[in-house]
């Protein structure tokens, strides 16, 4: 079963997509997501100069080796733009593999482990009043877990939060960045206020979760999951910077919060230590982002060795192919803890037809073989890519500061 043919399509419905589409000799075709955000031209020109041309020939069936050929034989490991190319590669294989066999990917995985794969969905406000109805209108959407960003008072910029009437995207069509200003002290006397009012309307059913999205300090992040204890969060994503592995020791030393990180790593070298010391509590690297499913599902065995349960990034900037590839990962996987669901926009939904489902706070890839997801080629040309940017984050003197 050798590859004969393989192209990369990059589309816009509302925002940018790369996909690259794998065919064999025999007619079988698979699908893999390649978007980086902000980057996708990167990995669209990587797929199409580099690895494309080493794939005609090779034999399909051989997922593991050619993970490895694409990773260990460039010399040059690593990376983003790199393990997005790997991870759309490996996932259009797995995706051949299952049509192959006549089998959705989760069998291939040894079969599901669950029913279901428990999904949590994002909620925002420009005040405290709007956050709180925002979660409450989610929950009656049928979600059971909620991700809670709220804007602080006086501060115009602050993360995660949605734009009147429209859903959240960071991504910013133009010619430049975005410029935003981020200040600690306001958000750390604010977010318990939060979600201490989210917890009084709400109860405690809802499982509430909050992204701090790498703006503190190590003792800082310490300080804001203690004040957070009162209310029971899932976790508290991205702390701090991940880089400095070291740095979360201090906050699993003073907060009983249980921490996430991890949609900005793209291998388990940059995981190894946070899991094996135990210093989170779920693993948040991607399908696409992470050197596909091979190498995810040896990021999860590693950290279920640890107690280490996995919540995998899947915003909306990853297309329906990941959306797909990540459920399939979920239900199969022993250690699997949430799955993050933003949604897509009808014309993304009509790009990428898919047979996965969501019901009751909880979604399905379904039992069509590979992962169940389409592309219309047609209408993808329709919506031609667009030059954005993810914003780039100052402190109040003008200091460039992680956004």
């Not at 946070?274 to 596909?292: C, K, M, T």
């Amino acid at each position: 079963m050798k590859i004969a043919d393989a192209k990369v399509i990059v589309c816009s419905p509302g925002r940018n997509f790369v996909t690259l589409k794998i065919v064999t000799e025999d007619g079988l075709t698979g699908l893999g997501d390649a978007t980086l955000n902000g980057r996708e031209m990167a990995v669209a020109s990587y797929l199409s100069e580099h690895i494309v041309p080493l794939l005609i020939g090779r034999d399909a069936r051989r997922i593991e080796d050619t993970w490895h050929y694409l990773y260990k034989g460039v010399y040059w490991r690593k990376g983003a733009v790199t393990m997005t190319a790997i991870a759309a590669v490996d996932v259009a294989l797995w995706d051949i593999a299952g049509k192959a066999a006549n089998k959705p990917v989760y069998q291939l995985f040894g079969g599901a482990s669950r029913e279901e794969v428990l999904v949590y969905s994002h909620a925002s406000g420009a005040t405290i009043d709007h956050t709180v109805t925002a979660v409450a209108d989610r929950a009656k959407a049928g979600y059971r877990a909620i991700r809670a960003q709220c804007a602080v008072p006086g501060h115009a910029h602050s993360y995660g939060v949605s734009k009147a009437g429209r859903a959240y995207e960071p991504a910013e069509r133009g010619a430049m960045p975005a410029e935003t200003t981020w200040s600690t002290e306001p958000y750390l006397q604010f977010a318990p206020m939060l979600f201490d009012r989210l917890r009084r309307e709400l109860g405690s059913e809802i499982q509430l979760l909050h992204d701090v999205h790498h703006r503190l300090r190590p003792i800082e992040a310490a300080r804001l999951g203690k004040s957070l204890e009162p209310y029971h969060l899932f976790w508290m994503e991205d702390p701090v910077p991940a880089e400095l592995q070291e740095g979360f020791r201090t906050i699993r030393q003073h907060t009983t919060t249980p921490v996430a990180v991890g949609e900005v790593f793209d291998s388990i070298y940059d995981a190894y230590r946070l899991i094996q010391e135990q210093l989170i509590d779920y693993i948040r690297a991607s399908v696409v982002h992470a050197g596909g499913l091979t190498h995810l599902r040896k990021i999860a065995a590693v950290a279920d060795l640890y107690h280490v349960r996995t919540g995998c990034h899947g915003a909306s900037d990853l297309s329906p192919v990941t959306m797909a590839a990540a459920l399939h990962f979920g239900l199969s996987v022993h250690n699997f803890g949430i799955q993050e669901h933003m949604g897509h926009t009808p014309e993304t939904e009509q790009v990428f037809p898919h047979g996965y489902t969501f019901r009751d706070g909880a979604m399905h890839p379904g039992d069509r073989p590979g992962l169940g997801v389409t592309i219309d080629e047609t209408l993808a040309a329709a919506y031609p890519y667009q030059r954005a940017y993810l914003p780039v984050a100052r402190l109040e003197d003008g200091t460039v500061h992680s956004w």
